[in-house]
């Protein structure tokens, strides 16, 4: 179970870095495929750095691709209602918004990649630390897990493409179109990678301001 926490930590810490260094040190342009290589690649440098073994874990714990594939969307369903709950108390508590979250919708316009990058430190270390308290009440599936954690990263970066095609998303995925309001009306579609959150609490919307 430490590991685990470690794991999910370290896997944090890298993804953050890994963008800081290419935005401020190397002078580079982070498109949103730049974004989704990184979202991606650093979970498993991460897995490599603690020589987790997927073929050692999958026969010790007999898991199978169901296994796998209904974890993922246990963990896809935790971090989505986790990060809507958080970003909602952020929204309605006035200080925490104007001290904290208010740096997330400085920005205006259209969303873009480097515009989904901007928040306040205690912002994604707050529901980070809210996450890890969530994982050590069930025994973790490392392999779930850091599928689940790279979908929804790279989730979160594609709500801030400014793509606005929404025919091609499922009902109940959230699509840029609906984060795109979210920054324009402030109090509607909290959620980032499922929408069922906000439409079981009647803040989601499908009109813009």
């Given at each position: 179970m430490h590991d685990f926490i470690v794991l999910f930590l370290v896997m944090h810490?890298?993804?953050?870095?890994?963008?800081?260094?290419?935005?401020?040190?190397?002078?580079?342009?982070?498109?949103?495929?730049?974004?989704f290589a990184i979202n991606i690649i650093v979970p498993i440098i991460v897995l490599k750095m603690y020589s987790f073994s997927v073929q050692e874990y999958v026969k010790k714990h007999k898991?199978?691709?169901?296994?796998?594939?209904?974890?993922?969307?246990?963990?896809?369903?935790?971090?989505?209602?986790?990060?809507?709950?958080?970003?909602?108390?952020?929204?309605?508590?006035?200080?925490?918004?104007?001290?904290?979250?208010?740096?997330?919708?400085?920005?205006?316009?259209?969303?873009?990649?480097?515009k989904?990058?901007?928040?306040?430190?205690?912002?994604?270390?707050?529901v980070s630390i809210l996450i890890v308290f969530a994982i050590v009440t069930f025994?973790?599936?490392?392999?779930?897990?850091t599928i689940a954690y790279s979908m929804f990263s790279v989730m979160g970066i594609f709500l801030h493409s400014g793509y606005n095609n929404e025919d091609m998303f499922?009902?109940?995925?959230?699509?840029?179109?609906d984060h795109q309001r979210h920054h324009n009306c402030v109090t509607v579609n909290y959620g980032v990678f499922y929408s069922i959150w906000d439409r079981l609490s009647g803040t989601y919307s499908h009109v813009n301001c």
């Amino acid at each position: 179970m430490h590991d685990f926490i470690v794991l999910f930590l370290v896997m944090h810490l890298c993804k953050y870095v890994s963008c800081f260094v290419l935005l401020f040190f190397l002078g580079l342009n982070i498109d949103l495929y730049m974004d989704f290589a990184i979202n991606i690649i650093v979970p498993i440098i991460v897995l490599k750095m603690y020589s987790f073994s997927v073929q050692e874990y999958v026969k010790k714990h007999k898991v199978n691709i169901v296994h796998i594939v209904f974890g993922v969307i246990y963990y896809t369903l935790l971090l989505d209602y986790i990060f809507t709950i958080h970003h909602y108390v952020m929204h309605m508590n006035q200080y925490l918004y104007t001290t904290v979250h208010y740096v997330h919708h400085s920005s205006t316009g259209t969303l873009t990649p480097i515009k989904g990058m901007l928040s306040h430190p205690f912002d994604g270390l707050s529901v980070s630390i809210l996450i890890v308290f969530a994982i050590v009440t069930f025994e973790p599936n490392p392999i779930s897990f850091t599928i689940a954690y790279s979908m929804f990263s790279v989730m979160g970066i594609f709500l801030h493409s400014g793509y606005n095609n929404e025919d091609m998303f499922w009902p109940f995925l959230v699509t840029p179109a609906d984060h795109q309001r979210h920054h324009n009306c402030v109090t509607v579609n909290y959620g980032v990678f499922y929408s069922i959150w906000d439409r079981l609490s009647g803040t989601y919307s499908h009109v813009n301001c």
